[in-house]
């Protein structure tokens, strides 16, 4: 008699199609029905065989497995093609590896498979594969940090940068917000002091905080803030209590130190300098630093330094910069700066921002400097309304012209003195050299049109506009350039420019730079 969908074998029976198991089930109630039909009917032994097993002894026999070994389920993923996976097929793939997500995630080809997934999926298949890992197991590994980093990398998405949610608030972020934190908190400052798990750890401030940080290359690009919707700051707060007992000697990697660097960016923590600060200080005191053990412990700690000096108050600048002085570290760097680049930016940012910078001035003036430092010197003076000492220096090197002496070379722009220019039209400089309004009228003397493209002409413009000097300058050079700024495509900060320029123009020429703002207006 026919038998459908069955193989009947004497020592096994296998589910060809591998389904669940009520499946099985169903089968051996096929099987005795079979059998039943058949009372009267000769029976191969194979039929025996079947009737004879009762389920107990089938189950015990049997060698059908119903999940995917470690193995198999590396394999499927290797045939996974994630570039035509959409939300469906990774709701697929969560079930099927159901139960080995930590193991997975710890393994190298299924481990970045899974990133690739989850890039794919919904905000409740990021949740369901962040809530299946076991942390302790899978954080301080190096494979399980980046797997967690892609899972927060897309819960960020879709609770601050998707559109549909920032219109209509699909999704409830102190829920969601509150899981993760279930998972992290107190773990805070291990993960800083561990090579793998501090890189989760920027993923975080990101998410309690709604600020996207783009850390590229720091002398290059800079580093670019994006910041949305804040949730609760209860989030950070957290962060912020626990990194008050971070043991800072115990710190080793570079990375550890930049992460670092982003938790100030992200929260500013005075308490947090003070901790470092006391910290440097007691380590320089104990250490006597020749140039190349000053280098090596330099490395790595620059970019943390220059942040400290950017974003502490008043108090904590003056015990930073004393540590400085203190310790002869300005002297050192002085001496080697030209060597080495990263003694180089920072001592810019010191020379801009430290309190006590005037203390050393003889040192400065005296010193030979390369031009980087020295504008950052000039920056630093008018300040802190100490122009004449630039104005003294202009004098005795014969410059007469500071705009064609500095910013011009062989009709370009010379980026390198962009911002003392610009500091000189934000302050009210009326020396016989260092003029802000005999500056800009050399600039529009000299000005190309095809500076506009350019990211050191827009920066020149901007502050062109809000100059320190009579706005008549500013007006007719914008009426012979109107047409110019008709035919912008990028510049992220045009609207506000524009609008500046309205506040300086009138007439015809006000009225063109209103239709320019209407159109940008339309476009965005």
Not at 27 to 45: A, G, I
Not at 192 to 202: G, Q, T
Not at 490 to 509: E, M, P
């Amino acid at each position: 008699m026919e038998e459908e969908n069955l193989k009947i074998n004497n020592k096994e029976m296998v589910c060809t199609n591998q389904e669940e198991i009520t499946i099985l089930d169903k089968l051996k109630k096929e099987k005795k029905k079979v059998c039943k039909k058949n009372k009267n009917v000769k029976t191969s032994n194979s039929d025996k065989s079947v009737c004879k097993n009762s389920p107990k002894k089938f189950k015990k026999n049997s060698n059908i497995q119903f999940k995917k070994s470690h193995n198999e389920l590396i394999k499927y993923l290797e045939n996974i093609d994630t570039s035509v996976l959409d939300s469906y097929g990774v709701e697929i793939i969560l079930n099927e590896i159901k139960g080995k997500e930590t193991e997975l995630a710890v393994s190298f080809g299924p481990s970045k498979k899974l990133s690739e997934c989850i890039e794919n999926g919904e905000l409740s298949h990021c949740m369901e594969m962040f809530e299946r890992l076991d942390v302790s197991k899978v954080l301080f590994k190096n494979l399980g940090s980046k797997l967690y980093e892609s899972i927060l990398d897309r819960i960020f998405f879709f609770l601050y940068k998707n559109k549909e949610n920032e219109k209509h608030d699909i999704f409830d972020k102190d829920q969601v917000l509150d899981k993760i934190e279930s998972v992290f908190k107190y773990k805070y400052a291990d993960m800083l002091l561990d090579e793998n798990a501090c890189f989760v750890l920027r993923k975080l401030f990101s998410l309690y905080t709604g600020k996207w940080i783009d850390m590229n290359s720091k002398y290059k690009k800079g580093v670019e803030f994006k910041v949305f919707k804040h949730p609760d700051v209860k989030y950070i707060k957290q962060i912020k209590y626990e990194m008050n007992f971070v043991k800072l000697n115990e710190i080793e990697k570079n990375h550890m130190f930049i992460t670092l660097t982003y938790f100030l960016k992200f929260t500013k923590s005075q308490s947090f300098i003070r901790k470092f600060i006391d910290f440097l200080n007691e380590h320089m005191s104990e250490n006597i630093f020749e140039e190349k053990e000053f280098i090596e412990f330099f490395k790595g700690k620059d970019v943390l330094l220059e942040e400290i000096l950017l974003l502490s108050n008043e108090e904590n600048n003056k015990k930073f910069s004393e540590i400085f002085i203190k310790e002869g570290l300005i002297d050192l760097m002085l001496k080697i700066h030209g060597e080495e680049h990263t003694v180089d930016f920072f001592m810019q940012t010191y020379f801009k921002k430290s309190s006590l910078f005037f203390e050393i001035d003889e040192n400065i003036v005296n010193g030979e400097l390369n031009e980087n430092l020295r504008m950052a010197y000039f920056i630093h003076c008018l300040r802190h309304d100490k122009g004449d000492i630039v104005e003294n220096f202009l004098q005795k090197k014969g410059i007469v012209s500071v705009f064609s002496h500095f910013v011009i070379k062989n009709d370009s722009l010379n980026t390198k003195y962009i911002d003392f220019i610009c500091e000189i039209w934000n302050r009210t400089c009326e020396y016989d050299i260092c003029n802000g309004e005999e500056i800009a009228k050399e600039f529009i003397k000299k000005f190309h049109k095809k500076w506009v493209n350019t990211k050191a002409g827009k920066t020149l413009l901007e502050s062109f506009v809000c100059g320190n000097f009579d706005n008549n300058i500013k007006s007719s050079f914008f009426d012979h350039n109107v047409h110019i700024f008709s035919k912008i495509e990028k510049w992220n900060t045009f609207d506000k420019f524009i609008r500046n320029v309205l506040n300086v123009t009138s007439g015809h020429t006000k009225k063109r730079f209103g239709e320019i703002l209407r159109k940008v207006n339309q476009k965005n």
